[in-house]
Each structure stands twice: as structure tokens, then as C-alpha cells.
């Protein structure tokens, strides 16, 4: 049985994670690995130097994981280093005219543009809509519950898509919805693979396995989401600002660059529209996945969370996310031991010095969150699960480039503060809703897609709370 006695207030529950290699990976092996899940290539020496060398027959890279070189490479020296070539394949397909693609130029406009829909104010006016998820989520619990145990990662997946659906569509996704979240779980199930193919360098137009049914969703989501911009569109055309939808997809369609006061294309529109359903749909759905998980493995936590949430869904809408103080660091927890994003890769145009390292130009810079959230160096305990962390005075202490879930520098995530606040509302709502419990038995890993996922589904047994 996972459950973990009250020990865990001083955090000395260790969830699942693979077990540092002594040394690295021949070739074959590494290859092997890579297939199956990437999370297990790392070796220990890895988690506990701050800058590591790797060299492969078809490249060299540079592991670094020191919070001062972290800044010089996505802060400081942020120009001479961009997305890698096998990075940017993976984000290639439906995603090249989006902010998390595009480069240069194109990018400085495409951030002055969306950086103001994703402000405190904006964000906070989406609390409504997650707490209506979170509802319709719970109401659905109730009658999955009689009929046995639930798969609570696949029923994030279908909540974060919901309030994808009520934020950026406000009129409905349009269609089949359940053919649309079939289409995302094929599209998460096709990108992100890392190949030899990759490593050696092959140029993109050399077939890779699976591209041609990732061509075919894509399709599939470029149609949907054109018809709806279409229809938006007419909309706007005819109505009065304050008849439109007050949703992501009216102000991406309204959004003007401030320094130009150029609006966006239709390309460019769809791309984000793209981006903000693969970013916010899958990573924030695992999220909540890890933070439920490991609040059932921990009954002090549970317990603290629940009598937040009960204490504060009580009370007014507004302000409530930071009265969820609580339920808040047991997210930033998770997010530190299961990052949703667990390594970024950038290639120097020109060459560089990182700490004693001579860095040529093109080659691979890896900076894996997964890492720098376990190093040995950076953190007391550094595989045990303690959302004390993050909290006062504690949380002040952690190293600016110590804890990096949604990146750092320029191009951090511009929907971090989006996914948190959805994660931490539905966490809260469901602690005092329902008691979460893992079947005996169950097998729980992580496992590296495009995202840190569970391997084998979150098998849970659901009971409502009478009271609420």
C-alpha cells in the first residue's frame, strides 16, 4: 500500500523516481532509454555537479544545473542562445507561428502583444470559470464514484481542457468535444519523441515515426479552430464592445503590439490558440495530477490543505487564491519534484564561457528543471516531498535559479501565473469536496513525454464528504 504515516510532516515521504545510475549510459543504452522513458538516462554525477560535459558521436552538450551560469544562459546572455534544433522539431508541427516557436523579432512582438492578457487582473478574471470546472467536475465525480475507482490524471486531462474550452472559447470548442480531447491525447501521444534520428543530427525532412498521424490532428485542429476564428471574428465585426465574449480568443483577436499597433495574423493567431491548449491542457493537467497523488500519500498535508479550503471557499470570490497559501505551496511542490517541462535545451549562436566551460557555437546547452529541482547542492532533502518549502520565511531562501517549472528569462512561460491559479483553485476544491485515495496496489512512475506524466494513469477511490 503507498500511504505514509504522519512522518511526513518533516517531509520524509520520497515519492516515485527513478534511482540515479552509478554511471552514464553506454550508447546503446542511452538510445534504449531515450525510447522508453528519458527521465531514467541521468546519472548521478548529474545531481550532484553543477555543470557537467557530455560528449556523443553525433554531438556535444553541456549540462548545467549552477543557478549563476542558469542566469548567464536564459537571462544575461539570453540573445546568443536559442532554441535548439531538436527543440524546435518538436514544437514544429502547428506550433512554428506561436510565441513558444517563433524567434527573434517575431518573438518580441508576438510577447509585447500577449503579455497584457495574461496580467494579475486578466488571470484573476478567469477565477469564475475554473471554480465552474471545478463544479462540473465534481458533479461528475459524484456519479463516477459509486461505480469504482477513477482515473483521476485522465480526469484532469478532461477538466484543464474544459477550462481551456469556458477561458479561450467562451462560445464552446464546436463539434465533437470528446473528439477534440481524443485529438489532444493523440497529439501529446505523437510529439516530444527523442530519437537517434535526432541526436545524430538528420535533417527534418528524413520521416520520423508517427509524423504522419501528428500531420493528421493537426489538420484536425487547424479546421476547428479556423471555423471558430471565422465565426468570432463575424461577430466582432457586428457587435458592440460590450457584446463581445470576454475570453482569451476576443482579446488575441483584439491584441495590438503596443510599439506598432499591428494586430496579428490569422497564422499567428491560430499558432497561440495552439499553444496555449498544448501548454495549459497537458502540463497543468499533470500538475494537479502530481499535487493530488502526493497529498494522498500524505495525510498531514492532506489534512492542512482541506482545512484551508474549508476555511477559505467559503468565504468571498475575490482574493481567494492568495488565501490558498497552503494549497499553493503543496502545487509549487509538486511542480519541484514532477516539473511539467523537465529539461530546456538551447544551442549559442557564438561561442561563450559558462563557469570554466568553453561553449562552442551550436552546440547543446541542457538545463533539466527535473535536475536542478533534485541537485544535491541546491536543496535539504532534495527527494522528499515537503511543500514547506514554500512557504514563510522558508521560501524566501530558495535561489532565484534554483526552482525554474516554467522557465526563467525572457521566454519563461507566459501562462505560468494562468496555471497555477487553476491548479491551486481545483486542488482546493477537491480537497474539501472529496476524500482522494490511491487503489492498494497501484503502480505509480513518472514518465517523460513532451511532459512529466504518470505512467500507468492515477487509479484512485473517490468518497464524497458528506458536509460538503
Not at 29 to 42: A, M, V, Y
Not at 215 to 221: C, G, K, L
Not at 280 to 286: L, P, V
Not at 432 to 460: E, N, S
Request: charged share 25%; proline share 8%; glycine share 6%.
Amino acid at each position: 500500500m503507498l500511504l505514509v504515516s504522519e512522518a511526513d510532516i518533516a517531509g520524509s515521504y520520497c515519492p516515485p523516481a527513478p534511482k540515479p545510475e552509478p554511471g552514464r549510459p553506454g550508447l546503446i543504452r542511452l538510445l534504449t532509454t531515450l525510447k522508453r522513458n528519458p527521465l531514467e538516462c541521468w546519472s548521478e554525477e548529474f545531481f550532484e555537479e553543477p555543470v557537467a560535459r557530455v560528449k556523443l558521436p553525433f554531438l556535444e552538450a553541456l549540462l548545467v544545473h549552477d543557478p549563476g551560469a542558469i542566469r548567464h544562459v536564459l537571462v544575461d546572455n539570453a540573445a546568443n542562445y536559442r532554441k535548439d534544433p531538436i527543440q524546435r522539431r518538436i514544437l514544429s508541427t502547428g506550433l512554428s507561428d506561436g510565441l513558444l516557436s517563433v524567434e527573434g523579432e517575431r518573438w518580441d512582438v508576438q510577447r509585447r502583444t500577449l503579455a497584457p492578457l495574461f496580467a494579475r487582473r486578466p488571470v484573476a478574471a478567469f477565477t469564475n470559470a475554473m471554480l465552474d470546472a471545478a463544479d462540473t467536475l465534481t458533479a461528475r465525480w459524484h456519479g463516477l464514484a459509486e461505480e469504482g475507482p477513477i482515473d483521476v490524471a485522465a480526469e484532469f486531462t478532461l477538466l484543464t481542457l474544459n477550462v481551456l474550452a469556458l477561458t479561450i472559447f467562451s462560445d464552446g470548442i464546436g463539434g465533437d468535444f470528446d473528439e477534440f480531447r481524443a485529438a489532444m491525447n493523440a497529439y501529446f501521444g505523437a510529439i516530444g519523441r527523442v530519437g537517434a534520428l535526432d541526436l545524430m543530427g538528420v535533417p527534418d525532412y528524413v520521416p520520423r515515426p508517427g509524423r504522419g498521424r501528428l500531420r493528421q490532428t493537426m489538420a484536425y485542429f487547424e479546421g476547428v479552430i479556423d471555423e471558430i476564428i471565422v465565426a468570432r471574428q463575424r461577430r466582432l465585426d457586428k457587435s458592440a464592445e460590450a457584446a463581445a465574449p470576454d475570453d482569451l480568443l476576443t482579446l488575441l483577436l483584439r491584441a495590438l503590439d503596443p510599439s506598432s499597433g499591428r494586430s496579428m495574423s490569422a497564422a499567428e493567431v491560430r499558432s497561440n490558440i495552439l499553444t496555449f491548449l498544448s501548454a495549459g491542457h497537458e502540463t497543468t493537467a499533470n500538475a494537479l495530477a502530481w499535487s493530488a497523488f502526493l497529498l494522498s500519500q500524505s495525510p498531514y498535508w492532506y489534512a492542512r490543505v482541506r482545512q484551508e479550503a474549508d476555511a477559505e471557499l467559503a468565504g468571498d470570490r475575490a482574493g481567494l487564491l492568495e488565501r490558498l497559501v497552503v494549497t499553493r505551496a503543496v502545487v509549487e511542490e509538486a511542480l519541484r519534484l514532477y516539473p511539467p517541462i523537465s529539461a530546456l535545451s538551447r544551442a549559442p549562436e557564438q561561442a561563450d564561457t559558462i563557469g570554466d566551460h568553453h561553449v562552442k557555437p551550436r552546440s547543446l546547452i541542457v538545463i533539466a528543471p527535473y535536475i536542478l529541482h533534485r541537485h544535491r547542492r541546491l536543496w535539504d532533502r532534495p527527494d522528499a516531498f515537503d511543500p514547506a518549502r514554500f512557504l514563510a520565511p522558508a521560501k524566501a531562501k530558495i535561489p532565484r535559479f534554483a526552482y525554474l517549472p516554467f522557465g526563467a528569462g525572457p521566454r519563461t512561460c507566459i501562462g505560468s501565473s494562468f496555471a497555477l491559479q487553476e491548479a491551486t483553485l481545483v486542488l482546493a476544491t477537491l480537497a474539501h469536496r472529496f476524500d482522494m485515495q490511491m487503489l492498494p496496489g497501484a503502480r505509480v512512475w513518472p514518465l517523460q513525454k513532451i511532459t512529466l506524466r504518470p505512467a500507468h494513469g492515477l487509479p484512485m477511490r473517490i468518497t464524497p464528504r458528506s458536509h460538503a
